[in-house]
């Protein structure tokens, strides 16, 4: 069983900056891939940023130049800072990865979400 645990999420004034994390566990095998997207009320969910293991970095339009993705291969993590945040970055962001556990096909799995609120 493969868990992604989000931390990080909270309020910030606008020009803010905030950093997430997200941390993998249980019986992995490979992450083909992990990253970030989220959500706002209304909206449909959104690529934040992720990363391919071996591979590129992608970014959403919607933060570039704003956010950058880091990853802990070795802690199976993730960490998103994001700066200049303004209030059209509040939404759920919820942790996604590609991952091989066990003798099973890659599988995608998403954590449970936190919230960030950026009040103007």
């Known amino acids: 069983q493969v868990q992604l645990v989000e931390s990080g999420g909270g309020l910030v004034q606008s020009g803010g900056s905030l950093g997430l994390s997200c941390v993998a566990s249980?019986?992995?095998?490979?992450?083909?891939?992990i990253g970030w997207y989220r959500q706002a009320p209304g909206k449909q969910r959104e690529l934040v940023a992720t990363s391919f293991t071996g591979g590129d970095t992608y970014y959403g339009d919607s933060v570039k130049g704003r956010v950058t993705l880091s990853r802990d291969n070795a802690k199976n993590m993730a960490y998103l800072q994001m700066n200049s945040l303004t209030p059209e970055d509040t939404a759920v962001y919820y942790c996604n990865a590609l991952i091989k556990s066990g003798n099973s096909r890659p599988d995608t799995y998403w954590g449970q979400g936190t919230q960030v609120t950026v009040s103007s």
């Open positions: 249980g019986s992995i095998l490979i992450i083909y891939s």
